[in-house]
């Protein structure tokens, strides 16, 4: 639409006559009204964009003069029309000011009824205004027609961005993942939502600001509200700041996908419970096969189609929804059915999505939170995803280290065991080392040690007792003290197994202790394998 100041200059019937400013007159901002005024000041009834046309009936010094334009031109008017009430030339004063303060400068003829001039410029903006209420209304009806046909936030964002092709649009959710982006002319490339300075974050409506970079691209926000939750934002990347005709259609996305947000984060919560039951019923086994099928179905897993499961530990002071809502943003492509069940969120994906686990540990390492993650190996059908349970679950849980994805291949047995906490690692260190640890401890003798050095070094005595400093002789005595007290022969292959797992497992119970004596003083083991 052509601007106000251009179309009143274009009308040949006034006669108008630009002396300053001619490259200013189509910028903007646009003339919002047209003030007629004979006032030294009218600025306090002026709000700013006003046209201003005087006749310079009070204006006879040229303090008054340069006083005018400065004064008009500081609140923001668009433009200054003279009328001179006796027919003289704008005077050469108020062509110097207006040249200076940047204010556009234009000659009304003597004989131009300036009730006909307002009329017209009156006229332009009420029908502008009527348009920009037609076209929200436009735009409010299409929005809601793909809200009602869920349509999505991609179709509610290409509805907009017809009427806005000045700018790029996205949306994003809280932690500025972009749900979904219309932007046909690039405005968005390189801009990093992640990043709070891109998003307003604080209770304002709208803010506007630089975002720094050489295009001088200027970033329009509005949060996006559900339930008094922040949930994401609306982003608006142009070249100026968004007019008012713009503000209102861009509310009218605001409204439509705040209702798309809403209704989806109504379907999501349902379906975190119904995956956090799907995932409970497998783990603890108090359901039958039908209704594990049943549940599967009801969140759209194909029993017969193979899938990993995902488990991700929720830490001390963190949200489980927050933890499900990302992972979900995430993997929004892949639909993951993600759900929260004793302590962990757990999100089962198909077994294709090999990169899922790692997109979700680069979003959590970008959250700043704990990123580790237990993966299981490939499954299908109910069945399937008990034992998916327990293998996310073990290589999340008992992981050797504390960040990235572990998947369960990558556990040795003591750690699929339960590691030094597991109640079953316990009953083996008794059983089978405990009387030797007793013996040590009442007599001071290096049982426990020995045993380890002997194993390590494959049944060879020599090299075995070189490391312990001692004579062959002594190791074989001790050798022989060992399959007495515990009744168990370390020479004998058929207690290799029980041998070694028990000393692994009373390893990583010394390890955990202070100097790496346990409480009690049992001997530390070197590890078999050292």
């Not at 040229?62 to 609140?75: I, M, T, Y």
Request: glycine share 10%; hydrophobic share 40%.
């Amino acid at each position: 639409m052509k601007p106000v100041l251009d179309q009143l200059i274009s009308c040949e019937r006034f006669g108008v006559r630009v002396l300053t400013g001619e490259s200013r007159v189509g910028a903007p901002p646009d003339c919002r009204g047209i003030h007629l005024t004979d006032m030294l000041d009218p600025t306090p009834w002026l709000q700013g964009g006003e046209l201003i046309i005087t006749t310079g009936l009070l204006l006879r010094s040229e303090d008054d003069q340069r006083d005018f334009v400065e004064r008009v031109a500081a609140r923001g008017c668009v433009a200054l029309g003279y009328s001179a009430h006796d027919g003289a030339p704008v005077p050469r004063v108020m062509v110097e000011t207006a040249e200076r303060v940047g204010l556009p400068v234009f000659e009304l003829p003597f004989q131009v009824p300036l009730i006909d001039v307002t009329m017209f410029v009156t006229k332009i903006v009420l029908d502008r205004h009527y348009a920009a209420l037609r076209n929200a209304v436009l735009l409010h009806r299409r929005i809601l027609a793909a809200i009602t046909q869920a349509a999505g936030l991609p179709v509610i964002l290409q509805v907009a961005g017809s009427e806005l092709p000045d700018y790029g649009l996205a949306l994003v959710d809280y932690f500025g993942q972009v749900l979904a982006h219309h932007d046909p002319h690039g405005r968005l490339d390189g801009l990093d939502f992640s990043q709070p300075s891109l998003r307003g974050e604080s209770t304002q409506v709208r803010g506007e600001r630089p975002d720094g970079d050489d295009t001088g691209r200027v970033i329009s926000s509005w949060g996006l509200r559900v339930c008094s939750e922040t949930e994401g934002f609306l982003v608006a990347v142009g070249t100026r700041p968004v007019d008012e005709r713009e503000e209102l259609l861009l509310e009218q996305v605001v409204a439509g996908a705040t209702m798309t947000l809403a209704r989806e984060l109504s379907i999501r919560q349902v379906r975190r419970t119904l995956v956090s039951e799907l995932v409970e019923g497998a783990a603890t086994n108090q359901v039958s096969q039908q209704v594990l099928l049943e549940r599967m179905r009801k969140v759209a897993i194909d029993a017969a189609s193979s899938f990993r499961l995902l488990c991700v530990p929720v830490r001390p002071g963190q949200e489980p929804g927050d933890v499900c809502r990302l992972v979900e943003d995430q993997l929004i492509q892949q639909r993951p059915a993600v759900g929260f069940f004793d302590g962990a969120v757990y999100a089962i994906v198909a077994a294709g999505h090999d990169v899922a686990a790692g997109d979700v540990h680069a979003a959590l390492r970008r959250r700043g939170w704990p990123a580790l993650i237990g993966r299981s190996r490939v499954h299908s059908g109910p069945d399937g995803l008990a034992v998916a349970h327990r293998e996310s679950s073990a290589a999340a849980r008992r992981a050797p280290f504390r960040e990235g994805v572990h998947d369960v291949e990558d556990l040795d047995v003591v750690s699929l065991l339960g590691g030094h906490t597991g109640e079953m690692a316990g009953l083996i260190v008794d059983r089978v080392l405990g009387p030797l640890i007793e013996h040590d401890l009442s007599d001071g003798s290096r049982l426990v040690e020995s045993l380890a050095a002997f194993l390590r070094h494959g049944f060879k005595p020599g090299p075995a007792a070189a490391e312990l400093f001692i004579h062959r002789h002594t190791l074989a005595y001790r050798l022989d003290r060992i399959a007495a007290i515990t009744g168990r022969d370390p020479r004998n292959g058929a207690h290799l197994l029980e041998f070694t797992l028990a000393l692994e497992l009373h390893l990583r119970v010394s390890s955990a202790e202070p100097d790496g004596v346990p409480e009690g003083g049992t001997l530390r083991a070197r590890p078999i394998g050292a």
